[in-house]
């Protein structure tokens, strides 16, 4: 403010000479008295040091609200990386370099966050491959990244139609109305898909038996793990995870009354009775798998 008020200052030391008098004083420590006008640009000069600061911690807090918003988009993307992917922007193959180009736009801004930009050149590369079941799914990843469930399901429905063999819309559907707290919907697009689409979809049935698993249903859960171990012998997590189930699944007799485990030991009757119990229900699944089906005698898995 100091040096501000200095400007107004005539050469020699005077500030306005005779019109000191009528000038406004700022105070000793100026070094005397300074004109209306200086002070002003010196009060001026504070304030555009202040709005600077204020702007700054605007711009500041700002970011720190797309930051925040960023993270909660991201919570909402599943922790499980086989169901996260489900979400990503896939390329549209055979659909022109034009649309490569504008799906490769909104990969970028999908990852930067911008989901404003991302879906607009998302729309512009459905509208020039009305065709394209990428482009629909895309479309259906962008909105649920976005929060919007309704059109998000929309989009995913719509790749469907067009292409009723590919599962990432089906996985989508399914777990959107799962989230929504609709799990008899999600579990019912998935049995659906399984039995009238591709019965050893090894996503879908993997999906449907971690359904099954949070929900309680162990039973329905161990066939699922069962029917994957026959498709993908080769993934150690099948029999591990229909080991977890076996061991929820209450033993009984033939009867149908529980069997009171005696024995804990090596050798003791917890493991006579999980490899008596095991045998017959594995046993059971795979007759059920080789049963007709009701869609053109195809088996019917145990769902």
Request: glycine residues 12%; hydrophobic residues 40%.
């Amino acid at each position: 403010l100091k040096s501000a008020a200095m400007v107004g200052q005539r050469p020699g030391g005077g500030a306005g000479g005779g019109h000191s008098g009528h000038g406004l004083r700022v105070g000793a420590d100026l070094g005397g008295a300074h004109t209306a006008p200086a002070v002003v640009a010196g009060l001026l000069g504070v304030a555009f040091n202040a709005f600077e600061r204020i702007a700054s911690l605007s711009v500041s807090t700002c970011g720190g609200c797309q930051k925040e918003l960023q993270a909660h988009r991201q919570q909402r993307l599943p922790q499980d990386p086989a169901l996260a992917n489900l979400f990503v922007i896939r390329p549209v193959v055979d659909a022109g370099a034009e649309v490569a180009r504008a799906t490769q736009r909104a990969a970028g801004f999908t990852r930067e966050g911008r989901l404003e930009e991302a879906l607009r050149e998302l729309h512009d590369a459905r509208q020039l491959a009305p065709a394209s079941f990428e482009a629909c799914l895309n479309l259906g990843s962008a909105y649920c990244r976005a929060g919007d469930d309704n059109t998000a399901l929309y989009w995913y429905g719509e790749a469907r139609r067009l292409k009723p063999s590919g599962s990432a819309a089906v996985q989508a559907q399914a777990l959107l109305e799962q989230r929504r707290g609709r799990a008899d919907e999600a579990r019912r697009i998935l049995v659906s898909f399984l039995q009238e689409v591709d019965s050893s979809n090894v996503p879908a049935l993997a999906q449907l038996a971690k359904l099954h698993m949070r929900e309680e249903r162990w039973s329905k859960a161990a066939g699922c793990f069962h029917k994957l171990i026959g498709v993908d012998p080769s993934n150690a997590e099948w029999p591990a995870q229909l080991q977890v189930c076996l061991n929820q699944v209450p033993v009984k007799d033939e009867a149908g009354e529980p069997v009171h485990q005696a024995g804990s030991g090596p050798g003791g009757g917890v493991l006579a009775l999980a490899i008596s119990f095991a045998e017959p229900l594995i046993r059971s699944v795979a007759a059920a798998d080789l049963a007709s089906g009701p869609v053109g005698g195809r088996a019917a898995p145990p769902f």
